[in-house]
């Protein structure tokens, strides 16, 4: 026992104060780092449980997580000071080593810890954002304290550093509102009744139940193509991202043609006239539906 006691209060590091830091206090001060940090993670768990329950929107749930995080690891790391009976100022040392490690190679992890709490709190992209970054176009799911997870509309999770989403630019298509204009083009055969053709756009969009009606959508006549009377649709719609925006057009697309159906109205596709010039006469042979004929076309001298 007497041994055991020697070894328990053996004295393992001694400060220039005097001070004595013995392997009883550092085993001690072990376990309750140990402990205090899974009972920090339990609470913030517990916390993240409690707010979804009452609907807290998961921005601010996911800031009052960290805070609290963070206040209480730096409160475990106080008391194990006080454990170890180091006072405060001795961290004037450590303080510097890490100012040199920072200077040295840690300046990125750095740069994205105060991009994350920057996120938070400027809110220019938040958790359930629908953003578009380079040619990746997803919705954010996380703000980390290193990274922003984002998946991406095909299933892929991207990793995006934290100081990327601030220094580089960056597409929120929800910031303000879900409030987009998208369009749609239709080309109908020459010919056809164009006042007809308007309203039978206008109807296809306005019964869609997305389709806002402030502002009410347009049609535009806007050329007249090579092989169609060409007319464009805009209109604006609530929609939680790119997604839903082509459900919502493909729908209105099967509309339309309903309506042109109904309505005689043929939808154009590319045709060509061909001018042969030849010095003799050229047989043409046609072929359609198992029957033959001959034409015989005189060319123009």
């Not at 954002?129 to 703000?143: A, P």
């Not at 998208?182 to 308007?198: D, F, K, M």
């Not at 756009?201 to 389709?211: F, N, T």
Request: glycine share 6%; proline share 3%; hydrophobic share 45%.
């Amino acid at each position: 026992m007497d041994e055991f006691n020697s070894i328990w209060h053996y004295p393992l590091i001694r400060l220039s104060s005097g001070i004595e830091v013995t392997v009883s206090q550092i085993l001690m001060t072990l376990l309750v780092i140990a402990l205090g940090f899974a009972l920090i993670k339990f609470v913030q768990r517990v916390l993240g449980r409690q707010m979804s329950k009452a609907d807290v929107d998961p921005n601010v749930a996911q800031t009052i997580q960290r805070v609290i995080f963070w206040a209480l690891l730096v409160l475990l790391f106080i008391t194990a000071l006080g454990m170890l009976q180091i006072p405060i100022t001795a961290l004037a040392f450590i303080s510097g080593a890490v100012a040199i490690g920072v200077g040295f190679g840690a300046q990125n992890i750095i740069n994205n810890l105060i991009s994350g709490w920057i996120l938070m709190s400027e809110r220019p992209v938040r958790i359930g954002d629908f953003i578009e970054l380079d040619d990746n176009r997803g919705t954010v799911e996380t703000i980390g304290n290193r990274s922003t997870r984002i998946r991406r509309i095909d299933g892929v999770h991207l990793l995006v550093p934290n100081s990327q989403l601030l220094e580089r630019m960056v597409i929120n298509w929800t910031l303000v509102d879900r409030k987009f204009r998208t369009s749609i083009r239709v080309g109908v055969v020459y010919g056809s009744p164009v006042r007809l053709v308007e309203k039978l756009l206008q109807q296809a969009v306005r019964e869609r139940k997305e389709v806002l009606q402030d502002p009410a959508p347009v049609v535009v006549f806007e050329d007249f193509g090579d092989n169609a009377l060409i007319f464009d649709t805009f209109f604006w719609c609530e929609s939680s991202g790119e997604k839903e925006l082509r459900v919502i057009r493909s729908d209105i697309r099967f509309r339309i043609d309903e309506l042109c159906h109904e309505n005689d109205i043929v939808i154009a596709f590319p045709q060509r006239d061909v001018h042969l010039y030849a010095k003799t006469p050229i047989e043409v042979r046609a072929v359609a539906a198992g029957e033959a004929g001959t034409t015989t076309v005189e060319t123009t001298k």
